[in-house]
């Protein structure tokens, strides 16, 4: 739900806000501050289900305010009474004499702060309205309990994983020798919307040969011919993500990306084992590095292997080897996607999202990936989609 107009807010969404503020609150209570302002966006939507440009969100022990102005008028109607956030409309450009006036009714002394996401501009604003000795700056309150998903959270993100699978189904039975990257981009991009999605959760990969060696590949105008095929996408649902990548041979898999995917796949599947409660972050990622670099492509696998996400497609924690310290717990949903990348002859990506339980982890995404699955017969050799 966003700035369309709707009859009510959902009561499981209802519920579940209400939760999340009451964690927030008892966070408040534990750092000795009456309020919290909330500007990050995605924070407000994860909160109240709302998201919006130039919002803020004021939190209060015994209640919450959507701060915004007259353009939402109408699409935050729903909200009102709905006990995860009153409309409060302000002046655009001038919320904070809006925030300032609540903090004033409502006797806020001590102000949170995101100091994460406060610029130094804003900060400043912050300051000369609402005066520097009620601000509190604080940090992590909210992404910190974004990293345990709730129930309703991981239905929307499944929900996500199998619309873009569907979606990926129905796109490689399109797809066609000569098609380039961008076209099959479009139909991939197509099919994810017409499923019901909001559409991808990010811009997909779609790298042909020489071009899946690089992992971050931005799709072109390259033809898609016998040989590597890597495709990294996913949808978003109700705000929630997904994000997996699967890697293909178009007639037959190169030799040596066919050496190479055995090596990948055991590479994530011991990794997906070895998740569970307890279990620190950099030490997933080491199971699957080692295995890499045991087969001799350690310098090939450049990047950690995997992270959270939620509302945003990368949230923490991350699977690297700075993450001594960060252990999982049951709800986070992890990305596990190693790679090994040649450049000038192409690369081996796979990718599949991971629920952490109580006793072990579960994996959310059902998409084949054994090496008989993912090498594929396109429908013919025509150089563009009919």
Not at 290 to 308: E, M, R, V, W
Request: a negative charge; proline letters at 5%.
């Amino acid at each position: 739900m966003s700035d369309r107009e709707s009859a009510h807010v959902p009561k499981e969404i209802i519920s579940a806000c209400k939760n999340r503020q009451q964690r927030v609150r008892e966070l408040m209570e534990n750092h000795h501050i009456d309020g919290l302002l909330v500007g990050f966006d995605r924070e407000i939507q994860y909160l109240t289900n709302f998201i919006g440009d130039d919002c803020f969100l004021l939190i209060r022990p015994e209640g919450a305010e959507i701060i915004t102005d007259t353009r939402y008028e109408q699409a935050l109607k729903p909200w009102a009474g709905s006990g995860i956030g009153e409309p409060f409309m302000g002046t655009r450009h001038r919320l904070m004499d809006s925030v300032r006036e609540l903090c004033d009714t409502h006797g806020i002394t001590r102000l949170g702060i995101q100091a994460e996401h406060v610029s130094l501009a804003m900060g400043k604003i912050l300051s000369d309205t609402l005066g520097r000795d009620r601000l509190v700056e604080t940090t992590g309150l909210i992404s910190r309990l974004r990293m345990r998903k709730d129930s309703l959270e991981i239905t929307l993100i499944e929900k996500a994983l199998r619309i873009q699978e569907e979606a990926l189904r129905r796109t490689l039975g399109r797809l066609e020798l000569g098609m380039t990257e961008n076209e099959l981009y479009a139909v991939l991009e197509y099919e994810i919307k017409c499923l019901g999605a909001m559409g991808s959760s990010f811009n997909p990969i779609i790298a042909w040969g020489p071009g899946s060696s690089v992992p971050h590949y931005e799709s072109a105008d390259v033809p898609i011919q016998e040989g590597v095929l890597l495709i990294d996408w996913g949808a978003r649902t109700d705000w929630y993500c997904g994000d997996l990548t699967r890697t293909y041979g178009i007639i037959s898999m190169p030799p040596k990306i066919q050496e190479i995917y055995p090596i990948v796949l055991e590479a994530q599947l011991a990794a997906i084992e070895a998740c569970g409660p307890g279990k620190v972050c950099a030490d997933i990622d080491s199971v699957a590095r080692k295995i890499i670099t045991d087969a001799g492509y350690g310098p090939q696998f450049n990047h950690g292997l995997g992270h959270s996400m939620g509302i945003e497609v990368h949230e923490s924690p991350y699977f690297n080897d700075l993450q001594t310290d960060v252990e999982l717990e049951p709800g986070m949903v992890m990305t596990v996607e190693p790679g090994i990348y040649l450049p000038g002859v192409g690369g081996v990506r796979i990718e599949d999202d991971v629920l952490i339980t109580e006793d072990g982890c579960r994996v959310l995404s059902d998409f084949p990936k054994d090496m008989d699955s993912v090498v594929i017969e396109p429908a013919g050799s025509t150089s563009a989609i009919a």
